[in-house]
């Protein structure tokens, strides 16, 4: 894959994708400790059941941290301008969220040049669980690394 810059992004183009591993309790367990969301509807059986869940499910915000770590891993945490999302649909036990950004826009403002990215997370069954968009500041220098990316729970 050739250097990614702002000079050589094209709209439409993607940049490398991050894969998470399984959802799984201990994840919504270190999450809710992590982000102090302890809404028992994401840790415990019980109150999920008696709220008419099958089981415990995803706290929405991590998979927004997800794809903040697909950008952060692209760009330095201070290029980042704008990150807004929408939950699409509930990240269950066991899903496994791929997360991706295209090139929607290129533009420059005030000097400063800007990459407008369309975001997702899909489950392995390709179900959308977040939609977002991010505005990044990118320099006519190499951002992020080339190919897909794995992180741990």
């Known amino acids: 894959m050739p250097e990614i810059s702002f000079h050589n992004l094209q709209v439409g183009d993607e940049i490398p994708p991050l894969t998470a591993q399984p959802i799984s309790r201990l994840t ?26 099958d089981d415990v ?31 699409v649909a509930i990240t269950h036990l066991r899903d496994r969220l791929t997360c991706t950004g295209t ?5 420059e ?5 800007l990459v407008r990215l369309r975001l997702e997370a899909v489950n392995q069954d390709g179900e959308i669980k977040v939609k977002g968009e991010a505005v ?4 006519d220098r190499a951002i992020g690394s080339p190919g897909h990316r794995e992180i741990g729970a």
Do not use: C, W
Not at 57 to 85: D, E, I, K, N, W
Not at 109 to 113: M, S, T
Not at 136 to 139: S, T
């Open 28 to 53: 919504l367990a270190l999450f809710a400790g992590a982000s102090g969301d302890h809404n028992p509807i994401h840790v415990d059986l019980d109150f999920a059941r008696e709220a008419g869940m």
């Open 103 to 107: 090139v929607m826009e290129k533009f």
């Open 57 to 87: 499910f995803a706290h929405g915000m991590l998979s927004m941290a997800y794809l903040g770590r697909l950008l952060t891993s692209t760009v330095p945490p201070h290029a980042l301008r704008q990150f807004q999302v929408r939950f």
């Open 109 to 113: 403002d005030n000097g400063e040049k």
């Open 136 to 139: 990044v500041a990118v320099e």
